[in-house]
């Protein structure tokens, strides 16, 4: 009987399992970029109103089993429009293409230099706005890449857009910024101040880390690579988003977006407003900021596009101006959360010197797409910007009232405070107030940083069977205006300062007043770049070059006298060149190598003593020599990349300023080294699991000599900074993460990434470094530390309408980790000055798409 029975249900699980493999029909395909034919990995094939289905491959190929008589599936991916396919029972879909939801993504992306990672010969990472929705939140922008390989973020004072971003241990200055393909590191210095564009979170909608040589052909100032950021275009579907989010200390963001999509007439126009404020984590770092963006499309006829685009972000934070000792931190009531430099004033929340900064940069784009014919393109664009704003200071003969030594972190014997510990302002203008003869001994200024920039790019492609040539021209002009001016005179009525040679000494100086020095900083910049490339099924190569003119001037309306203000044009003439190739395999396997040679123009604080018109004429250009060799494995579930880099920097020159005397330090050398891995898994539709890892080795190659000039830029003398050996300062050059994300029900997908961070120095001043031998021991090593981020998103809909929720926590297990050291005179941690990070944050939201 029994075996019997086991005969019936073996025949039964036997009929079961045909009928189950007759119901079911297989559905293959390979979906691509519509544009530019490359694999679209991650791309969702779905059987509408169902549950069923899967994702592409990193080859961009599926294969799905769907139940016998499904008539349709639908292919969508972020940034393209939807595509619905009709079936036929079991079939080969073939190559399957979308297209851009966006007018002018492609153009732009040409013009932006935006690559495909198994074509191109340079180590990139893409982080697609997929990945930006779910884990930025409350983050800082830059935070958004601390998952990639060689990156250190930190959020520095902790104020809104205060962070920073290191690529390979260079500094923002040594990474060229491309949003849209147009330069925006500063022309005088290199900076890039990100909360100048806090409102790029809202627009972005690709970002791309291309370390090393990166893939720009323009005559980029870059030494750590490229950030490429492109923004929204014009959306080419109707529709709109409304998002309202509420997160840790008060923050709130409300933001709204509307697009008309193409119109019949061929006209597009896509609009974006938020409003973000809140508190801040850190005590007194309270923030208001908006960002806008608009852009507006024509298409002319086949062959011509414009569009128009702005965007800006005008804000103002509150945020910590100087770093303390640990014991300092541990022995404050507020603890990891405390701030020196802010206080009350006249009921008010108010940031002391370094602790209070507004600006607004809106940037304007026109680009015009013209398509000569099918293998010729011109793409041009015209962009402008006006800056405006600065940051708090305090000034004069009694300035330590309100300030920090930011040699110690301790108050000065004289510093004012209130009996909770605050600044005192009000205590500090009653003071004032009583001096009627002297006036204000302790006055609020605004170090203001006003600028004009204006530039032309024009980026002309020519195909040639498997050859394509981009040739074009890059112009800028960029007048920086720097001056403080008096904002609060803190109870007297007027202000002294005799820093201006042109104006009686004694002038009572009111708000708004000029005072301690107003200068000009002027820069043009003329540029020919051009890249030949070379794709076939198995090989590509490129070899690229960019020759350019870039002149200084500087014009100084305090410390000389009218009609001898301004210097000469100072005129340099960098250039570089390049070339990588790649070679595929097979489907599976390719490797690539490249290297370069960039000569740099020194920075305008190099060219000009001092801060004064006297000319360097020691200056030199610097010299990057770079290479990089790496693998790359593909398959349809399985993605890794190994890169191995080296780079050379010569002649690096670096201005300190040390309380009234100026150092020009010339010839610094640097060698930064290391391997990095980077790899993801996607072995079902619901789970993702990325990881990466580098290890660097950054150093210092030589001791250095260097001058010593006072405020009157007469030298002091001549001395050697001992730092041969000596590790670079301020990022972690050992960094992994691991991050998974899984569906754990219909629509609902949870995400953690585990970030950690070693090896990581102080920065250090070399000028400390001067007694000999002894001196060359790398600074204080920050304690290795491993953050866990978490996020989830559920969607849904409302009323017809997708919509979705989402959360983030970071820091989840609230480690107290220090982020950025400034090495103190025992190079140990109780000399050495912090900012810790943040402790558990978090941020929550409703998105909805109508």
Same mark, same amino acid.
Do not use: C
């Given at each position: 009987m029994k075996k019997a029975m086991r005969s019936i249900l073996s025949l039964a699980a036997i009929m079961m399992l045909s009928i189950a493999t007759i119901a079911q029909t297989t559905v293959k395909g390979v979906v691509v970029d519509g544009s530019t034919n490359e694999s679209l990995p991650g791309a969702s094939i779905v059987v509408p109103g169902t549950t069923i289905g899967t994702v592409s491959g990193f080859d961009g190929s599926f294969t799905l089993q769907l139940p016998e008589g499904t008539s349709k599936v639908l292919v969508s991916f972020v940034g393209f429009l939807d595509k619905e396919i009709a079936l036929k029972g079991a079939q080969d879909?073939?190559?399957?293409? @979308?297209?851009?939801?966006?007018?002018?993504l492609k153009e732009v992306s040409v013009m932006a230099s935006v690559v495909t990672d198994r074509q191109t010969p340079i180590s990139v990472s893409t982080i697609s706005p997929e990945i930006i929705q779910e884990k930025l939140g409350t983050q800082e922008y830059p935070e958004i890449l601390k998952t990639t390989p060689s990156i250190y973020t930190s959020k520095e004072g902790g104020g809104f857009g205060d962070a920073t971003v290191y690529v390979r241990g260079f500094d923002s200055n040594n990474v060229g910024v491309l949003i849209n393909g147009v330069p925006v590191n500063d022309m005088e210095n290199g900076k890039v101040y990100w909360s100048n564009w806090a409102g790029l979170s809202d627009v972005t909608r690709t970002m791309q880390v291309q370390r090393g040589l990166g893939a720009s052909k323009l005559g980029l100032s870059s030494v750590g690579g490229t950030i490429n950021i492109l923004t929204n275009s014009t959306d080419a579907k109707k529709g709109g988003v409304i998002k309202t989010g509420v997160?840790?200390?008060?923050?709130?963001?409300?933001?709204?977006? @509307?697009?008309?999509?193409?119109? %019949?007439?061929?006209?597009?126009?896509?609009?974006?407003?938020?409003?973000?404020?809140? +508190?801040?984590?850190?005590?007194?770092?309270?923030? %208001?900021?908006? #960002?806008?963006?608009?852009?507006?499309?024509?298409?002319?006829?086949?062959?011509?596009?414009?569009?128009?685009?702005?965007?800006?972000?005008?804000?103002?934070?509150?945020?910590?101006? +100087?770093?303390?000792?640990?014991?300092?931190?541990?022995?404050?009531?507020?603890?990891?959360k405390f701030n020196s430099d802010y206080g009350i004033r006249e009921g008010k929340m108010y940031g002391g010197g370094y602790g209070y900064n507004y600006y607004h940069k809106p940037q304007a784009q026109l680009n015009?797409?013209?398509?000569?014919?099918?293998?010729?393109?011109?793409?041009?664009?015209?962009?402008? #910007?006006?800056?405006?704003?600065?940051?708090?200071?305090?000034?004069?003969?009694?300035?330590?009232?309100?300030?920090?030594?930011?040699?110690?972190?301790?108050?000065?014997?004289?510093?004012?405070?209130?009996?909770?510990?605050?600044?005192?302002? %009000?205590?500090?203008?009653?003071?004032?107030?009583?001096?009627?003869?002297?006036?204000?001994?302790?006055?609020?200024?605004?170090?203001? +940083?006003?600028?004009?920039?204006?530039? @032309?790019?024009?980026?002309?492609?020519?195909n040639f069977d498997k050859m394509k040539l981009t040739a074009g021209f890059d112009g800028r002009y960029y007048k920086g205006e720097h001056y403080r001016e008096v904002e609060d005179l803190l109870g007297g009525s007027f202000f002294l300062d005799g820093a201006n040679i042109n104006r009686d000494a004694n002038t009572k @100086?009111?708000?708004?007043?000029?005072?301690?020095?107003?200068?000009?900083?002027?820069?043009?910049?003329?540029?020919?770049?051009?890249?030949?490339?070379?794709?076939?099924?198995?090989?590509?190569?490129?070899?690229?070059?960019?020759?350019?003119?870039? #002149?200084?001037?500087?014009?100084?309306?305090?410390?000389?006298?009218?009609?001898?203000?301004?210097?000469?044009?100072?005129?340099?003439?960098?250039?570089?060149?390049?070339?990588?190739?790649?070679?595929?395999?097979?489907?599976?396997?390719?490797?690539?190598?490249?290297?370069?040679?960039?000569?740099?123009?020194?920075?305008?604080?190099?060219?000009?003593?001092?801060?004064?018109? %006297?000319? +360097?004429?020691?200056?030199?250009?610097?010299?990057?020599?770079?290479?990089?060799?790496?693998?790359?494995?593909?398959?349809?579930?399985?993605?890794?990349?190994?890169?191995?880099y080296r780079t050379n920097w010569k002649d690096r020159g670096l201005v300190m300023s040390l309380q009234g005397q100026t150092a020009n330090i010339g010839g610094l050398n640097q060698l930064h080294q290391g391997i990095e891995v980077e790899a993801s898994y996607n072995p079902t539709r619901k789970l993702r699991v990325n990881g990466m890892f580098s290890y660097g080795d950054w150093k210092y190659q030589d001791d250095v000599n260097f001058s010593l000039y006072d405020d009157a830029n007469v030298k002091i003398g001549d001395y050697s900074a001992f730092i041969k050996d000596v590790h670079v300062g301020n990022s972690a050059q050992l960094t992994g993460s691991v991050s998974v994300s899984y569906e754990v029900l219909p629509k609902l997908r949870v995400g953690a990434d585990y970030v950690y961070y070693g090896n990581n120095y102080s920065d250090f001043d070399p000028t400390n470094r001067t007694n000999g031998a002894e001196d060359r021991v790398d600074a204080w090593e920050i304690p290795e530390v491993g953050i866990m981020d978490m996020n989830f998103n559920y969607r849904f809909k409302i009323a017809g309408l997708k919509a979705s929720i989402y959360g983030n926590v970071y820091n989840l297990f609230d480690v107290s980790y220090v982020s950025k050291s400034a090495d103190g005179a025992g190079h140990d941690a109780a000399s050495a000055l912090v900012y810790y990070g943040f402790g558990t944050t978090w941020s929550t939201g409703l998105k909805i798409k109508f």
């Open positions: 879909l073939g190559t399957i293409k @979308l297209e851009s939801d966006a007018v002018g997160a840790n200390s008060g923050y709130r963001k409300d933001l709204i977006s @509307l697009s008309t999509g193409m119109l %019949d007439n061929g006209w597009a126009v896509s609009l974006l407003g938020s409003h973000t404020y809140g +508190n801040g984590y850190v005590k007194g770092t309270d923030f %208001d900021a908006w #960002s806008y963006f608009a852009n507006v499309s024509k298409k002319i006829n086949d062959k011509h596009t414009l569009a128009f685009m702005i965007t800006g972000a005008p804000q103002w934070h509150n945020q910590r101006g +100087n770093k303390h000792t640990i014991q300092q931190y541990r022995n404050n009531k507020d603890k990891y015009d797409y013209w398509k000569i014919d099918d293998e010729t393109n011109l793409t041009t664009s015209w962009y402008g #910007s006006i800056g405006t704003g600065g940051g708090r200071r305090v000034s004069g003969n009694k300035a330590n009232w309100l300030g920090v030594n930011n040699k110690t972190g301790e108050d000065y014997a004289e510093t004012m405070r209130t009996a909770n510990g605050l600044l005192d302002f %009000d205590g500090v203008a009653e003071l004032n107030k009583a001096n009627v003869v002297d006036g204000s001994q302790a006055v609020i200024g605004n170090s203001v +940083n006003n600028h004009v920039w204006t530039g @032309l790019l024009s980026t002309l492609t020519k @100086l009111k708000k708004g007043d000029k005072y301690s020095y107003h200068n000009d900083g002027k820069v043009m910049y003329t540029g020919l770049f051009s890249q030949m490339e070379y794709v076939d099924d198995n090989y590509s190569a490129f070899i690229s070059g960019a020759l350019a003119r870039k #002149s200084y001037k500087r014009v100084d309306y305090f410390q000389y006298t009218p009609g001898n203000q301004a210097t000469d044009w100072q005129h340099f003439y960098p250039w570089n060149v390049k070339a990588g190739f790649n070679y595929k395999i097979n489907s599976v396997h390719h490797v690539f190598v490249n290297g370069g040679y960039v000569q740099r123009t020194p920075y305008f604080t190099n060219v000009f003593l001092n801060y004064k018109n %006297d000319i +360097n004429d020691k200056v030199k250009y610097e010299k990057i020599i770079t290479a990089e060799i790496g693998y790359g494995y593909t398959s349809p579930n399985f993605k890794a990349t190994v890169t191995a």
